[in-house]
């Protein structure tokens, strides 16, 4: 069994009102059979299970975050400009360096965030209106007239004149959700058509999208990272952030992968049914 097949496990199925029987295959999981291998799996893979669970919605982040700010610590006297602050310092910054990379981990092309420029869909704009209204020496007039049985028409008294107001509008970024999606312009396929080929050839050929690199959503960008770390924790140049803080980030990104997979792994064998032929 593979690792992406546990979520399905932890949603209740719905009852199916059939005369059909359930399936008895030798070969299906049982509730029990799965949970039993994920006890065992994460005795060998914690770190990873906790990973995927979270990065699934299933558990709250808070323990897979844990996991990773532990590992961080052990692996950040391998950099000089980490292990020379101070502990508390320190610390702070491998906490949100962690909670960061996990957020980048999580991150597919399903994923959603809150729309940066707006609160709840909307935003305020200035719009011109055109006000209709009737000059007070027309309005006696057309009194005047249609007391003394006169036919006229009101209307061809009216004026119109431009109004400047401020309304509330949907977003044009979230058109009024509210939240975006973290897809790339590909749609989260991951490729885009190449039209240079397609006129050659004459049928479609697709080729990597350029702007995600196929993986078909957008990552966090880690200027964001650097930013919070200098508005929470300390000052942190540009150039410093590029030698030093930035490979052990992007290498806390590619441990919760290692972890993924091995915890893919180690699941697969566990799971894994010999068939025995007499």
Not at 169 to 182: I, L, Q
Request: proline share 4%; charged share 25%; net charge neutral.
């Amino acid at each position: 069994m593979k690792l992406e097949s546990l979520p399905k496990y932890f949603s209740p199925k719905s009852i199916m009102f059939s005369d059909s029987p359930a399936a008895t295959a030798t070969d299906a999981f049982s509730i029990t059979d799965v949970m039993a291998s994920l006890g065992l799996a994460s005795a060998q893979a914690r770190m990873g299970i906790e990973l995927f669970l979270a990065k699934q919605g299933i558990n709250k982040p808070d323990e897979a975050v844990e996991s990773l700010y532990q590992y961080a610590l052990t692996q950040a006297h391998k950099y000089s400009a980490i292990a020379k602050l101070d502990e508390d310092i320190k610390r702070s910054v491998l906490q949100i360096l962690a909670n960061y990379a996990f957020q980048d981990y999580a991150r597919s092309a399903a994923s959603k965030k809150q729309c940066s420029d707006c609160d709840d869909g909307f935003i305020e704009a200035e719009v011109f209106t055109t006000k209709t209204y009737t000059p007070w020496m027309a309005r006696n007039l057309v009194k005047a007239n249609l007391s003394m049985g006169v036919e006229i028409i009101p209307s061809s008294y009216a004026k119109f004149c431009e109004v400047r107001e401020v309304v509330r509008v949907a977003c044009p970024t979230c058109k009024g959700k509210s939240e975006v999606s973290h897809s790339c312009r590909c749609n989260g396929r991951g490729e885009v058509l190449d039209a240079k080929q397609t006129n050659q050839l004459g049928f479609p050929v697709f080729k990597t999208c350029s702007k995600c690199s196929g993986r078909g959503y957008s990552r966090l960008p880690a200027e964001d990272v650097r930013r919070v770390i200098c508005d929470t924790v300390m000052e942190l140049p540009e150039t410093t952030w590029r030698r030093n803080f930035k490979p052990f980030y992007e290498g806390l990104i590619q441990e919760c992968f290692k972890e993924e997979e091995e915890a893919d792994s180690i699941l697969s064998k566990l799971t894994k049914r010999e068939i025995i032929s007499i």
